[in-house]
């Protein structure tokens, strides 16, 4: 009985999900445009998640290159540490992580400024002075989410690869120019390209679920720390679904 | 004839600025409102009384059309609320102004900017300095001018109702909402608040509804006084009357 109820919750849950995400291209494009609010939105989402994804990206390239050495070493084959990382990273590591941090950041605070918004009636206050809060509100983060995140992921994956670099150089000597064109002669075109348009939707996921959970917040400020919290768990999950789906789809129609 | 209390004009010689006629609205099985009729003319001011869960907040949301009510009509400045969508429902709320109970201050803009966004929102062509001098004015009005570069976080609850007060005023609105407008204040702050909205009600010549269950509030503010009880408008009058009244239901006010 009570797993029947679950399950017609998450139903529930994943119908509002999919209705709220039909509204979003329902609204997204028609005048009028809330283009200061979406350029600042760009700055708050993206340039201020810069430093934290830099910084995650640079030790994951380095721990995981140190991880990697003693293996590759013991294979022979020490010299494609820079190939096999910078595949690793570029196709999957990378965007997957920074999607993740970026959830953790962005979700979260998305989440809970709604919530806090929804239950202190600000949403209605701004309904009242003639603006559409769902454009305004949930459309500019969305849509900032699902631009930012493919930059991110960019600039994760270079940052990644000098932390790869410094990696490779505690235990042994690799020049620069030789790591550098160790990566982009192993690296192609099918590498890069579902892996960055597979960003698009983990950030369209991460804006989508943290303005969902934050416009559906109950219960004061309870509610608000809940929402933060799901807006987390719920796109950590997406993330990885979506993941799954693309490299199936990317493998299916022979991209991958 | 049909005389308003507040005014003693004829009720019938000019259109009200609100009537709301046969209004229900439920929500589940729980009937919220249940028949209810009112009519405002223009410069009242009428407090709606009730216990707390008797509906007076969705009254007031039904107006203004942030909810939908299930039947009856609702007519602002002679325009059916529910008709009302897109730029019309914009314009209409342009008239309307509408004090939140717990303010709504947006709390990542500042007070000036909180004042400017209703007058941008509504009207766009104004000047940065018309903006300038609407928000220096609608400031001045509730005595907080010297707020204007502080964050919400920055004031106290007094002050941030009459920040609200102003955001409110920013339009000059014909009919102002108030939904329980000395809720979390102190006395003193709260009668304060009443003063201030019975002043720029004089000022502005605005038509006023507003939402309550603070006595304080009814005997300042009220020239009429409407008692909802059961969803339903079960007493219409002033307060003096109401005093005086044997009505059981009315005394538990009244006492």
Known sequence: MQQETSIKLFLAEAGDLARFSARFFREAFRPPYEVAAFIRQCFVIGYRSLGLVSLTTFIMGLVLTMQLRPSMVAYGVASQIPAIVSIAVVREIGPVITALIFAGKIGSSIGAELGSMKVTEQIDAMEVSGTNPFRYLAVTRILAATLMLPVLVLLGDAIALYGAYLGVNIRGITSFNLFWSQVFDNLSFSDVLPAFIKSYFFGFAVGTVGCYKGYSSRKGTEGVGRSANSAVVVASVVIFIIDLLTVQIAEAIGIN | ?255
């Open chain 2, 1 to 255: 004839m049909n005389i308003d209390i507040s005014t003693g004009k004829d009720r019938a010689a000019a259109p009200p600025v609100l009537r709301i006629a046969h209004l229900y609205k439920s929500f589940g099985a729980h009937h919220v409102l249940v028949d209810f009729n009112l009519e405002l003319q223009k410069g009242e001011s009428v407090v709606v009384l009730g216990r707390s869960g008797s509906g007076k907040s969705v009254l007031i949301k039904c107006i203004i059309g942030l909810l939908k009510p299930d039947q009856g009509t609702i007519m602002v400045l002679g325009v059916r609320v529910q008709d009302a969508k897109g730029e019309s429902l914009d314009q209409l709320r342009a008239k309307v102004g509408f004090l939140f109970q717990s303010n709504a201050l947006y709390d990542s803009m500042t007070v000036r900017e909180n004042l400017e966004f209703p007058l941008r929102r509504h009207w766009m062509r104004l000047s940065r300095e018309q903006v300038n001098e609407r928000v220096l004015e609608a400031l001045n009005d509730v005595g907080l001018a010297h707020t204007i570069e502080m964050m919400p976080e920055e004031l106290s609850g007094g002050m941030r109702k009459r920040i609200a007060l102003a955001r409110t005023l920013i339009l000059k609105p014909e009919l102002i909402l108030y939904d329980e407008p000395t809720t979390g204040l102190d006395p003193i702050t709260g009668k304060e608040i009443i003063r201030l909205m019975t002043d720029m009600q004089q000022k502005y010549n605005t038509t006023s509804l507003i939402i309550s269950h603070d006595m304080n509030c009814v005997k300042i503010a009220g020239k009429r006084i409407v008692i909802l009880i059961d969803g339903k408008c079960y007493a219409d009058g002033s307060y003096e009357t109401f005093c005086r009244s044997s009505d059981a239901r009315v005394k538990q006010f009244f006492e």
